[in-house]
DNA sequence: CGCCGAGTTGAACTGAATCAAGAAACGTGG
DNA sequence: CCACGTTTCTTGATTCAGTTCAACTCGGCG
């Protein structure tokens, strides 16, 4: 398995090899080509990712549209992790938007991980400290921005988005239609 | 110190005499009077909280005014969580809003407990899984609901915290102004 | 009492959504 | 490699949910 996985982990803590030998061969890497769906809604989520290469968007639906949450590329998590945690089906859906590879561990793995290898609980509990200070940011600021101070405020943080995913995936994120969005580009 | 905090623990995991006599010392109560802030604006969040009685309001500060994230009472938990993860000055405050009683547990001692006790590991995992579907959850309403389904959803949901705190918080916790929450109880 | 913050109600305003119609970009098969 | 259909993006006109501003009521408390 890619020292991608390997390499990641060591950033929050201490791998041994020995440890690196019991979580190795439960990863697996796996493809989706663009348009297919690596998550559905209502399906329980299975696994955690980390991406390889591409692009995926986080997404659920409400009513006859659809309500971005986030994207993952790079050698970011990804995954529908609500539902990876809470074990129901899965309001949420991810979407491969590029073709795209992936690292995977499935939940029952992972729960014998925490069983057998104390210091990946660490890890456990440091990515969920990531996860939701990334979310409470989000939080604040789709509660205190009008659409214009979300847009250039992607735009100042992670202007390369708008190469990668359609625009109208964006402005469903930054929580406003794509006419809205489009008008805001016209401006500057 | 209080059952209460042992038997909030004991909800996530099983936990002996002999972690507890490591644990217990470390929790103290603190009493705050009503308007009292608990965390400030700007300073870094050292302590976790467990809430004994009284209501708090977790809230941060936009321009002028005031925005509210959550309420936390009964037993649940409270704190700037965003700051004590991070070690960043808190962009969030807490202010009692009655008299309240809360246990506490410092950031140094939380760390210990980590390091000395891997069962403790696993409980913050656990919490920041909760949290995190918790916010997951608030994060897809607000993005895909009305203020008028909102209102709805939070009096099906908790309607006693009409009674607990003021209108304007709640309201504001919606995402919406004083005005727009009063006229959507005058319709029902 | 009289003050002050909280809640209500009305009227005017506005940011963003919706509806609609073209233009541009994309990808698929011949 | 081009042609054609489909999706995405743009632009304009209209509408609407919710804000803002303002005036008034109510209840608690010095």
Redesign the interface.
């Known amino acids: 398995m890619s020292q991608i996985v390997r390499h990641k982990i060591s950033k929050y803590i201490a791998l041994s090899d020995s440890d690196w030998a019991i979580i190795q061969p439960k990863w697996e890497e796996v493809s989706f080509t663009k348009g297919e769906f690596i998550t559905r809604e209502g399906q329980i989520e299975d696994y955690f990712y980390i991406v390889k290469n591409g692009v995926q968007r986080l997404y659920?639906n409400?009513e006859e549209n659809e309500?971005c949450?986030g994207f993952s590329y790079n050698h970011s998590w990804s995954g529908g992790?609500?539902s990876f945690?809470?074990r129901k089906p899965s309001?949420m859906a991810i979407q491969a938007l590029s073709n795209s590879q992936l690292f995977r561990i499935s939940h029952p793995d992972l729960q014998k991980i925490?069983a057998n290898c104390?210091i990946m609980?660490?890890w456990?509990?440091l990515i969920?400290?990531e996860?939701?200070?990334m979310?409470?940011?989000?939080?604040?600021e789709?509660?205190?921005f009008t659409s214009e101070e979300r847009y250039n405020m992607l735009l100042k943080r992670s202007k390369h988005l708008l190469q990668l995913v359609p625009q109208k995936h964006i402005a469903s994120y930054l929580?406003m239609t794509p006419e809205t969005f489009s008008r805001l580009r016209a401006k500057s």
Chains 1, 2 share one sequence.
């Open positions: 659920f409400k309500v949450l992790y609500e945690i809470t309001r925490y104390p609980e660490r456990g509990r969920l400290e996860l939701l200070t979310r409470a940011t989000r939080e604040m789709m509660m205190s929580g």
